[in-house]
């Protein structure tokens, strides 16, 4: 990835943005390449280039929308894990930038926070606020990829997880 200014990216924890400078910058005592990378809210991250390269992947492609579509139309896998080990298999796929792996907690959380929206079932503070993030971030990156407003992002995510 070349990480040009203009470029659209993915920062795993933050979502999607775009480089807006690239420059060179004193960081500890020596002068080093750094990319800067504006992303919603008016947040801005500026990263050395080689953890730039390690941390921030291209927007996905249509091919990589077409995997997503498939894990949320399987079949949501039914927490059997104590919550501690969820908790931290959540949040480490919350955090590998992984497109997929924001699809599988989408899937996967969506029955438990329909039922806990319909008073049927409880779900913790933490898991949905993870839940909420993974379907941002997941309908963010849609809605860029395929150049249409947010709303319209999440009613395709919600026709993909009515098609089980």
């Known amino acids: ?18 480089v807006v400078a690239r ?8 002068k080093e390449p750094v990319v800067v990378v504006a992303l ?31 894990t949320l139309r399987q079949e949501a896998v039914p927490p059997e894990k104590a919550w501690l080990v969820r908790q931290r298999e959540l949040r480490d796929k919350l955090t590998s930038g992984s497109l997929l792996d924001l699809a599988e907690i989408v899937r996967d959380s969506a ?4 039922a806990a929206a319909g008073g049927k079932g409880a779900s913790g503070a933490e898991e949905r606020d993870m839940f909420r993030k993974a379907y941002r971030l997941l309908s963010t990156e849609i809605a860029t990829v395929r150049g249409i407003g947010p709303d319209e992002a999440e009613r395709w995510i919600e026709r993909q997880l009515a098609q089980v």
């Open 1 to 18: 990835m070349k990480l040009a200014i203009g470029d659209a990216v993915v920062h795993p924890t933050h979502g999607v943005g775009r």
């Open 23 to 30: 420059e060179n910058r004193a960081v500890g005592g020596k």
């Open 40 to 70: 919603a809210e008016g947040l801005t991250v500026s990263l050395p280039l080689d953890r730039a390269e390690s941390q921030l992947r291209p927007l996905a492609s249509e091919a990589d929308l077409q995997r997503v579509r498939t």
């Open 111 to 114: 029955p438990r926070q329909a």
